[in-house]
């Protein structure tokens, strides 16, 4: 394909043509018009978006000219998948040898990995690389981590940060190999897995601005604009209501599976004994040993994930007097040992939902976007490669447990957590005492506590509109497993 118009002037018909030819070109390889990488300058690849607003960011920013093979967008990798390949550092002390053994995988099982399978090997060699010679504190890889993380403690613009970049690199002695400028350091990161989505979505928590509602400049239920609305209350086209940020959970489990000793402590599960018959993993729950005993295909394979959710609401300016509520959704990864699945850097955030006010039982309309990926992850993800065993796999993951308070259980789960029918487990036969001091005597009670209701009872009393103490059907239930465990 003809990509001369790329290097165009953005006001004449050669880019215009070209642009269309792109955008047809993706779609047709791509089978979406909703889900599609952005190649400008300012995106390079790490957002997604439609077809209409990717044609205005190619118009205004202009296109990523260095993009030349549109791995991205369906053109097929160029290299083959049994080459050899080394990289060698300059001062020629290291070499770091990636081989590729001849397997049975075609150009799509690369997923996201984009157009060169080896690009993450040539980030983690930057991380051995001193910030400059003779340095023993940074690498380039920690350098640019730890700047990158001030940038989003304390909000700097994309140009203070590029700016900060090239004065970093003049105050370094000479031969340093800092970033020197945004675009660099987003490249890099981008090759981490680190890439995210900023979705738009209604200021009345009824739906999120993606899939059929893409291109939509109002909520289709409630009718209210997209768009935010001024002091003088005209609509601030093009400034957002509210915004959700997505961090896809697959590329970083792959990127998990690419350390070898992560990869290895991903299967520890396995290889380990209960020795006193207690329960000091949750490979000992009945849950686990549930699913391993319902879905033996999935249990047979130690590399298959089994995961937790946790959210809750905060406050991020910490004052008391704000009532701005902010939701993390966070995933936890129990294939771990007890030493490692609580440690930071293996809690895995997915969702920030700012507020300023809770989602509540709105909650599920956010978590859209992870179930799809817990969808396909459930299905299997083909091309991931284990650096432990040196093979390729297909990996799977299952939701299992979530990690809640009381009122975040309730908006989560829907049962009810307030009023006469707050007990989940009692449900209808719950005993409410209020303002009743001879009920509260200080004696013992021996009652035999009531079975808690499977999975499938709860779905059964949901969609037999049996509301007394369920609020809603929760997302979870769109999962094919989600009446198992959830």
């Known amino acids: 394909?003809?990509?001369?118009?790329?290097?165009?002037?953005?006001?004449?018909?050669?880019?215009?043509?070209?642009?269309?030819?792109?955008?047809?070109?993706?779609?047709?390889?791509?089978?979406?018009?909703?889900?599609?990488?952005?190649?400008?300058?300012?995106?390079?690849?790490?957002?997604?978006?439609?077809?209409?607003?990717?044609?205005?960011?190619?118009?205004?920013?202009?296109?990523?000219?260095?993009?030349?093979?549109?791995?991205?967008?369906?053109?097929?990798?160029?290299?083959?998948?049994?080459?050899?390949?080394?990289?060698?550092?300059?001062?020629?002390?290291?070499?770091?040898?990636?081989?590729?053994?001849?397997?049975?995988?075609?150009?799509?099982?690369?997923?996201?990995?984009?157009?060169?399978?080896?690009?993450?090997?040539?980030?983690?060699?930057?991380?051995?690389q001193p910030v400059y010679p003779g340095c023993r504190k940074y690498t380039k890889l920690s350098a640019l981590v730890k700047l990158y993380n001030l940038k989003a403690k304390h909000g700097m613009s994309d140009v203070c940060f590029t700016e900060l970049l090239i004065l970093q690199g003049d105050l370094l002695p000479e031969g340093n190999i800092i970033s020197t400028s945004m675009y660099e350091a987003k490249k890099t990161l981008c090759a981490l897995g680190l890439s995210y989505e900023k979705m738009h979505a209604c200021p009345n928590d009824c739906i999120l601005y993606r899939k059929e509602y893409e291109d939509s400049t109002n909520c289709p239920t409630c009718g209210i604009s997209r768009w935010k609305e001024g002091k003088d209350s005209i609509l601030k086209e093009g400034v957002l209501a509210k915004v959700v940020w997505y961090f896809p959970p697959i590329p970083r489990f792959k990127r998990m599976f690419q350390s070898h000793e992560t990869a290895k402590s991903l299967t520890w599960h396995a290889a380990r004994k209960s020795i006193d018959g207690q329960m000091s993993h949750p490979a000992d729950s009945p849950s686990w040993k549930l699913l391993d005993d319902k879905w033996p295909e999935f249990g047979n394979e130690p590399r298959n994930l089994r995961l937790a959710l946790s959210s809750d609401g905060f406050n991020p300016h910490s004052s008391l007097s704000s009532r701005y509520s902010c939701w993390p959704v966070i995933l936890v990864t129990y294939n771990l040992p007890p030493w490692l699945c609580m440690k930071r850097k293996f809690m895995m955030l997915t969702l920030l939902i700012f507020g300023p006010k809770q989602p509540g039982n709105d909650v599920d309309v956010y978590l859209e976007p992870l179930i799809d990926d817990l969808k396909s992850l459930w299905v299997g993800i083909r091309g991931v490669y284990d650096a432990h065993n040196g093979e390729y796999f297909?990996?799977?993951?299952?939701?299992?447990?979530?990690?809640?308070?009381?009122?975040?259980?309730?908006?989560?789960?829907?049962?009810?957590?307030?009023?006469?029918?707050?007990?989940?487990?009692?449900?209808?036969?719950?005993?409410?005492?209020?303002?009743?001091?001879?009920?509260?005597?200080?004696?013992?009670?021996?009652?035999?506590?009531?079975?808690?209701?499977?999975?499938?009872?709860?779905?059964?009393?949901?969609?037999?509109?049996?509301?007394?103490?369920?609020?809603?059907?929760?997302?979870?239930?769109?999962?094919?497993?989600?009446?198992?465990?959830?």
């Open 1 to 128: 394909m003809d990509k001369s118009w790329m290097h165009s002037d953005r006001r004449s018909k050669a880019y215009e043509f070209g642009v269309e030819a792109f955008l047809n070109f993706a779609v047709e390889n791509l089978l979406t018009t909703t889900h599609i990488r952005c190649p400008c300058v300012k995106c390079v690849n790490l957002k997604l978006f439609g077809v209409g607003i990717i044609r205005d960011h190619v118009y205004f920013n202009g296109i990523d000219q260095s993009y030349k093979n549109w791995t991205f967008h369906g053109e097929p990798w160029e290299a083959t998948t049994n080459a050899s390949r080394n990289v060698e550092e300059d001062d020629g002390h290291r070499r770091y040898s990636f081989v590729s053994e001849e397997i049975d995988m075609d150009d799509n099982d690369f997923g996201d990995f984009g157009s060169d399978p080896y690009e993450f090997a040539n980030v983690i060699g930057d991380g051995d």
């Open 394 to 486: 297909t990996l799977r993951a299952a939701l299992m447990w979530t990690i809640n308070d009381f009122p975040a259980y309730g908006n989560l789960s829907g049962c009810v957590v307030k009023g006469y029918k707050a007990c989940p487990i009692c449900g209808d036969d719950t005993p409410s005492h209020r303002r009743q001091r001879a009920a509260f005597n200080g004696k013992p009670e021996y009652g035999i506590p009531p079975e808690p209701l499977t999975g499938e009872e709860v779905l059964h009393m949901v969609e037999n509109g049996d509301r007394v103490c369920w609020k809603k059907k929760s997302i979870f239930f769109d999962l094919e497993y989600g009446n198992t465990f959830l």
